[in-house]
C-alpha cells in the first residue's frame, strides 16, 4: 500500500538536500546561468552527497536512494536551480539509467563506480539533428569490424556534454527494422573522433551544458556494447520511462520556487494599501500553485514508489512528467503575474524558473508524446 509519509531516512535526506540546495546552489544560480557553467566546487560537494551516485547500489559506491530518493534530492536542487537539476537527472536517470538497466556485470563494475562517485559525469546521446520525438529514426550507425565497433553520426541536444567522461550512444546496428535495429554502446571521451561543439544558446536551463557530439569513425571495443545487440532501442524505452520521473520532480522543484518566492515577494509589497497578499485575486492564483504543486508531487512520487517496487510505469510516469512540467510553466506565469514588472527582471529568479521550466515540456518525450502514451493505454491501441 502506498504511504504518503516519507520514512525518517527520507525525511533527513530531503532536509539535507534542501540546505545544500539554499546554502550551496541558490546563492549561485544566477551566475551559472549567465556564465552556462555549474562549478567544479559545487558539483564536487554534491557529488560527496552522493547526489550523483543515487540510483546506484552502495556495492557500486552509490548512494542506494532509489527512485524517491532521486525525486527528492532533483527536486530540491531544481527549487533553486534548474539547470543544475537537469544535470543530475541526466547523468543519474539516463546515462546511470541506461548502464544500470542494460549493461553486463563487467561493464557496471568497470563504468559505474567513477560515475557514482563524482570523478566524471555521464552523458547519453539519443536525439539527432533529424529525429527528436521520433527517436527510433536515427541514422548515427554502428558497423562491427573485428573486434571494434565503429560508430559515425551527429547527435544533438545532448546534456552533459561538453563535460561527461562517458556517453551511452544510440546506434543503428541493422536495416531489418526501425525500432529493433538498434544498440547501445559505452563510449568514453578520450576516443579519437568523438566531438562536441560549442555550447548550445538556450533560452533556459543554462547552467547545464548542451552540445551537439560528432562521431567520425570512433571505435570501441566488442566489450562496449552495452545491452543486447539490435535492442537499444527497447531498453532506452525503459530508460526514459524511469528518467522521466525525474523530470516530473525537476518540474515541481521550479513550481515550488516560484510560489516560494511569490509569496515572499507579496509579503513584502503593498498596493492599495495593503500587502499583496491581502487581494483575494492574487491569494487563488497562489491557492491554484500550491494545490497543483501538491497533486504533481504525488504523482511523480507515487511513480518512483512503483518503479522502486520493480513495477512498470509507463503510463504513471508520462502522466507524472506531463502534469508536472505544465504546472510548472503555469506556476512560474503566474509567480511573474504575481510579482508583475519586478517578477520580469533578471533580480528576481521567478523569470529564470520559468525560462527553465518550459524545457521540461520538450525534454524526455514532449506532452505531446506523453499524450500519446497515456491515450495508447486508455484506448488498448497498438503502439505500432
Given at each position: 500500500m502506498l504511504d504518503f509519509e516519507l520514512t525518517d531516512d527520507m525525511i533527513a535526506l530531503r532536509d539535507m538536500a534542501r540546505r545544500f540546495a539554499a546554502d550551496e546552489i541558490g546563492p549561485h544560480a544566477r551566475k551559472w546561468d549567465q556564465t552556462g557553467e555549474i562549478s567544479s566546487d559545487a558539483i564536487s560537494k554534491m557529488a560527496k552527497l552522493g547526489f550523483l551516485g543515487t540510483l546506484v547500489p552502495s556495492d557500486l559506491d552509490g548512494a542506494?536512494?532509489?527512485?524517491?530518493?532521486?525525486?527528492?534530492?532533483?527536486?530540491?536542487?531544481?527549487?533553486?536551480?534548474g539547470g543544475t537539476a537537469l544535470m543530475l537527472a541526466a547523468h543519474n536517470g539516463l546515462c546511470l539509467g541506461h548502464i544500470l538497466h542494460a549493461a553486463s556485470e563487467e561493464q557496471k563494475r568497470q563504468f559505474i563506480p567513477p560515475l557514482a562517485r563524482g570523478e566524471m559525469l555521464g552523458a547519453w546521446c539519443l536525439t539527432e539533428p533529424g529525429s527528436g520525438s521520433d527517436a527510433a529514426a536515427l541514422k548515427t550507425r554502428a558497423v562491427l569490424k573485428g573486434d571494434e565497433w565503429v560508430l559515425n553520426g551527429a547527435k544533438m541536444f545532448i546534456t552533459n556534454g561538453h563535460t561527461a567522461g562517458v556517453f551511452v550512444v544510440l546506434a543503428r546496428t541493422s536495416d531489418e527494422s526501425k525500432s529493433r535495429g538498434i544498440s547501445a554502446f559505452i563510449v568514453e571521451r578520450n576516443r579519437p573522433g568523438l566531438s562536441t561543439g560549442p555550447k548550445e544558446d538556450k533560452m533556459g536551463m543554462r547552467a547545464s551544458d548542451t552540445v551537439?557530439?560528432?562521431?567520425?569513425?570512433?571505435?570501441?571495443?566488442?566489450?562496449?556494447?552495452?545491452?543486447?545487440?539490435?535492442?537499444?532501442?527497447?531498453?532506452?524505452?525503459?530508460?526514459?520511462?524511469?528518467?522521466?520521473?525525474?523530470?516530473?520532480?525537476?518540474?515541481?522543484?521550479?513550481?515550488?520556487?516560484?510560489?516560494?518566492?511569490?509569496?515572499s515577494?507579496?509579503?513584502?509589497?503593498?498596493?492599495?494599501?495593503?500587502?499583496?497578499?491581502?487581494?483575494?485575486?492574487?491569494?487563488?492564483?497562489?491557492?491554484?500553485?500550491?494545490?497543483?504543486?501538491?497533486?504533481?508531487?504525488?504523482?511523480?512520487?507515487?511513480?518512483?514508489?512503483?518503479?522502486?517496487?520493480?513495477?512498470?510505469?509507463?503510463?504513471?510516469?508520462?502522466?507524472?512528467?506531463?502534469?508536472?512540467?505544465?504546472?510548472?510553466?503555469?506556476?512560474?506565469?503566474?509567480?511573474?503575474?504575481?510579482?508583475?514588472?519586478?517578477?520580469?527582471?533578471?533580480?528576481?529568479?521567478?523569470?529564470r524558473l520559468m525560462r527553465d521550466a518550459k524545457l521540461c515540456e520538450i525534454g524526455e518525450g514532449s506532452s505531446q508524446v506523453q499524450r500519446m502514451i497515456i491515450a495508447r493505454s486508455l484506448l488498448q491501441l497498438d503502439k505500432g
Open positions: 542506494e536512494l532509489g527512485y524517491l530518493g532521486n525525486a527528492i534530492v532533483i527536486e530540491e536542487v531544481a527549487r533553486h536551480c551537439p557530439v560528432t562521431l567520425d569513425e570512433v571505435r570501441v571495443p566488442k566489450a562496449n556494447l552495452c545491452g543486447q545487440l539490435n535492442n537499444g532501442f527497447i531498453d532506452t524505452l525503459k530508460v526514459l520511462e524511469r528518467g522521466r520521473i525525474g523530470i516530473g520532480a525537476l518540474s515541481v522543484g521550479l513550481a515550488r520556487g516560484a510560489l516560494e518566492e511569490s509569496l515577494y507579496a509579503k513584502q509589497r503593498e498596493q492599495f494599501g495593503k500587502p499583496l497578499t491581502g487581494h483575494q485575486t492574487l491569494q487563488f492564483m497562489m491557492a491554484d500553485m500550491a494545490m497543483e504543486i501538491d497533486a504533481a508531487r504525488l504523482l511523480v512520487r507515487k511513480a518512483a514508489w512503483l518503479q522502486d517496487r520493480g513495477e512498470g510505469t509507463e503510463v504513471e510516469s508520462a502522466t507524472a512528467k506531463l502534469f508536472a512540467s505544465e504546472m510548472a510553466t503555469r506556476a512560474c506565469l503566474n509567480g511573474i503575474q504575481i510579482c508583475g514588472g519586478y517578477g520580469y527582471m533578471k533580480e528576481l529568479p521567478i523569470e
